[in-house]
């Protein structure tokens, strides 16, 4: 008799972004020939950069002539990727990463939740709220919580609630952590932390022998030009964190999937024994053991994002997503709204007030402006009466959505 993994009857309704689907099918099946303007999930709308393009039909076009036609890659990536990534994305910044210590794959949502399989299933979770969900459901998945209590937390995990008077910056807690999930710039809220934000959970992680795994995915977002866009620019951060990057919303790879992880070789857990040992060549047998590697013809488009043509495009891509956050902003602002984020991140996080609840909003939204966001409950108890939009648009649909939501009497 086949048994199933009862963790997976933890889990709540559904996973945020299809339940968002689900009511939005509903509605447009009930009114067709509506014009409904999207803006909930974080999808890129944007083509892919010439230059890139360009690559990548030039890797296809290797695969098709038998003296260029390349079968298993490397599962760790392809040496010509990972080198320009050292070079572009760290020593710019003054960090040191070594080639093999850079994993390509297939995105960062995979590897944030594939990243718990090297880990002790008795380690201590500690997960900001709000935040993106897949930090909580595959720690669910993976066993290492109880069920879900009344006010919306999962037994097992440490939550750091992330509040509106605290810049929405989760607090260092008290007690023992063993793996903390940091995201920055984040989503949902749109907010970075400081220098000095990030090296007080660095010196946290030192003191109490913690792993950092910090999701940088909107990095390339970043405006202020003294926010970090690395942990590894904090002194200490490469003896106690995992970094995942992504070409998906940099590059607009959303489609085509392309991502990394940097895992520093002196990063180190320990034993039953409580003897130090390197985390590095652990995700190397697991990265090499499941996954096959990410196919030729991405990898060479990834890597012509990093040319000098291919610089200038993306960043014009990146340019346009923010004028459209700066829209938004200024928008709900004129509105009444409260608003955060969109300065250095895609998205903008606002609050109608007190009286109503996201979901609430998420439907009133729909059904009177034809607007869809996403309900800041959705991502964590503490999200409760804020909403998200996603600058990922096509302008006209922004402008034209905050016209019709002007019109909303909240």
Known sequence: ??????????????????EIGRRVSEYANTHPGTDIIRMGIGDVTRPLAPSVIKAFHEGVEEMADVRTFRGYGP??????????????????R???????????????????????????????????????????DSTVMA?????IQENGYFEGIKYLPCTESGGFIPEIPDEKADIIYLCFPNNPTGTVATRSQLKRWVDYALERKSIILFDAAYEAFITEMDIPHSIY?????????????????????????????VIPKELKAFNDRGEPLALHPLWYRRHT????????????????????????????????????????????????????GGINAPYV???????????????????EANVVGTPGSGF?????????????????HVIEAMKRIRKVKI
């Open 75 to 92: 599962e760790q990536g392809y040496e010509f990727l990972r080198e320009l990534i050292s070079k572009n994305e760290y020593e710019t």
């Open 233 to 261: 620019e904090i002194e200490g951060a490469r003896n106690v964190a995992i970094e995942f990057r992504s070409f998906s919303k940099k590059a607009g790879f959303t489609g085509t999937r392309c991502a990394f992880t």
């Open 1 to 18: 008799m086949a048994h199933l993994n009862s963790n997976y009857l933890k889990l709540q309704s559904g996973y945020l972004f299809p």
């Open 380 to 396: 964590g108890p503490s999200g409760e009466g804020f909403f998200r939009f996603s600058a990922f648009a096509d302008r006209d």
């Open 143 to 147: 066993g290492r919580t109880g069920y």
């Open 94 to 136: 003054n960090v040191h990463v070594d080639l093999d210590e850079i994993f390509i794959s297939d995105g960062s949502k995979c590897d944030t939740g594939n990243i718990q399989e090297i880990f002790g299933t008795d380690n201590r979770i500690a997960i900001p709220d709000p935040v993106y969900p897949v930090y909580v």
């Open 349 to 367: 996080w606002f609050k109608a007030g007190d009286h109503i609840k996201s979901w609430d909003l998420f439907d009133k939204l729909l059904h």
């Open 289 to 340: 053991t499941k996954f096959n590697g990410v196919s030729y013809p991405v990898q060479k488009a990834a890597a012509a994002v990093y040319s000098e043509k291919g610089k200038k495009e993306v960043q014009q891509v990146i340019d346009y997503y923010m004028e459209n956050a700066a829209i938004l902003r200024e928008n709900l602002l004129e509105t009444g709204y409260k608003v955060y």
